[in-house]
Protein backbone atom coordinates (compact mmCIF):
# COMPACT_ATOMS: atom_id res chain seq x y z
CA UNK A 1 0.00 0.00 0.00
CA UNK A 2 1.44 3.48 -1.17
CA UNK A 3 0.39 6.64 0.74
CA UNK A 4 0.06 9.24 -0.84
CA UNK A 5 -0.89 13.29 0.64
CA UNK A 6 -1.80 15.50 -1.86
CA UNK A 7 -2.47 19.37 -0.62
CA UNK A 8 -2.72 22.66 -1.82
CA UNK A 9 -5.76 22.90 -3.72
CA UNK A 10 -8.25 26.14 -3.27
CA UNK A 11 -10.63 28.27 -4.41
CA UNK A 12 -9.02 30.54 -7.50
CA UNK A 13 -10.11 33.32 -9.83
CA UNK A 14 -9.91 32.64 -13.21
CA UNK A 15 -5.65 33.52 -15.12
CA UNK A 16 -4.95 32.65 -11.00
CA UNK A 17 -2.46 30.09 -10.33
CA UNK A 18 -1.79 27.15 -7.14
CA UNK A 19 0.67 24.92 -6.77
CA UNK A 20 0.00 21.11 -5.56
CA UNK A 21 2.03 19.12 -3.86
CA UNK A 22 2.59 15.60 -3.05
CA UNK A 23 4.43 13.49 -0.93
CA UNK A 24 4.64 9.66 -0.24
CA UNK A 25 7.34 7.95 1.43
CA UNK A 26 11.03 7.67 0.35
CA UNK A 27 11.75 4.70 -1.01
CA UNK A 28 8.80 4.11 -3.14
CA UNK A 29 9.52 7.89 -4.58
CA UNK A 30 13.23 7.66 -5.04
CA UNK A 31 12.15 4.60 -8.14
CA UNK A 32 9.28 5.64 -9.26
CA UNK A 33 8.13 8.06 -11.70
CA UNK A 34 5.22 10.78 -10.43
CA UNK A 35 2.06 11.27 -11.90
CA UNK A 36 -0.43 13.94 -11.67
CA UNK A 37 -4.36 13.16 -12.66
CA UNK A 38 -7.56 15.12 -12.05
CA UNK A 39 -11.15 13.84 -11.90
CA UNK A 40 -14.18 16.58 -12.64
CA UNK A 41 -17.30 15.45 -11.62
CA UNK A 42 -19.22 13.22 -13.88
CA UNK A 43 -16.12 12.67 -15.85
CA UNK A 44 -13.27 10.24 -16.26
CA UNK A 45 -9.97 10.44 -14.40
CA UNK A 46 -7.67 11.67 -17.10
CA UNK A 47 -3.86 12.11 -16.99
CA UNK A 48 -2.15 15.88 -17.00
CA UNK A 49 1.37 15.43 -16.21
CA UNK A 50 4.35 12.50 -15.38
CA UNK A 51 8.07 13.65 -14.06
CA UNK A 52 10.90 10.39 -14.05
CA UNK A 53 13.28 10.02 -12.23
CA UNK A 54 15.63 11.74 -13.68
CA UNK A 55 13.39 14.92 -14.26
CA UNK A 56 12.03 14.31 -17.58
CA UNK A 57 8.90 15.00 -17.83
CA UNK A 58 5.83 15.00 -20.11
CA UNK A 59 2.44 16.88 -20.28
CA UNK A 60 -1.09 16.60 -21.51
CA UNK A 61 -2.14 18.80 -24.23
CA UNK A 62 -4.63 20.10 -22.19
CA UNK A 63 -2.24 22.04 -19.71
CA UNK A 64 1.01 21.82 -21.64
CA UNK A 65 2.50 25.54 -21.45
CA UNK A 66 0.04 26.12 -18.09
CA UNK A 67 0.93 23.55 -15.73
CA UNK A 68 4.64 22.48 -14.43
CA UNK A 69 5.53 19.04 -13.21
CA UNK A 70 8.29 19.18 -10.41
CA UNK A 71 9.79 16.69 -8.04
CA UNK A 72 11.87 17.67 -4.87
CA UNK A 73 13.79 14.21 -4.45
CA UNK A 74 15.27 15.26 -0.56
CA UNK A 75 11.47 16.04 0.29
CA UNK A 76 9.92 12.63 -1.57
CA UNK A 77 7.73 15.50 -2.74
CA UNK A 78 6.08 15.97 -6.56
CA UNK A 79 4.58 19.15 -7.10
CA UNK A 80 2.10 21.15 -9.69
CA UNK A 81 2.41 24.59 -10.47
CA UNK A 82 -0.77 25.57 -12.24
CA UNK A 83 -1.24 29.42 -14.16
CA UNK A 84 -3.63 30.57 -15.88
CA UNK A 85 -6.19 28.79 -14.27
CA UNK A 86 -9.63 28.17 -16.08
CA UNK A 87 -13.22 26.95 -14.66
CA UNK A 88 -12.96 23.85 -17.11
CA UNK A 89 -9.75 22.87 -14.59
CA UNK A 90 -12.02 22.41 -11.58
CA UNK A 91 -11.74 19.55 -10.47
CA UNK A 92 -9.87 16.86 -7.79
CA UNK A 93 -6.59 16.50 -8.00
CA UNK A 94 -4.31 13.47 -7.34
CA UNK A 95 -0.75 12.22 -7.87
CA UNK A 96 0.11 9.28 -8.29
CA UNK A 97 2.58 6.44 -8.23
CA UNK A 98 3.78 5.17 -12.03
CA UNK A 99 2.49 1.99 -12.00
CA UNK A 100 1.01 1.42 -8.54
CA UNK A 101 -3.07 1.17 -8.40
CA UNK A 102 -2.90 3.81 -4.95
CA UNK A 103 -4.37 6.49 -4.83
CA UNK A 104 -4.13 9.77 -1.81
CA UNK A 105 -7.71 11.71 -1.08
CA UNK A 106 -6.79 14.18 -3.54
CA UNK A 107 -7.13 17.70 -3.33
CA UNK A 108 -10.06 20.18 -4.67
CA UNK A 109 -9.42 22.79 -6.88
CA UNK A 110 -12.07 25.27 -8.02
CA UNK A 111 -11.81 27.95 -10.82
CA UNK A 112 -14.39 30.56 -10.10
CA UNK A 113 -14.90 34.30 -10.02
Known amino acids: QVQLVESGGGLVQPGGSLRLSCATS????????MVWYRQAPGKQREFLAL???????NYANIVKGRFTISRDNAKNTVYLQMNSLKPEDTAVYYC???????WGQGTQVTVSS
Open 96 to 102: NVAGYNS
Open 26 to 33: GSIFSRNA
Open 51 to 57: ITTGGST
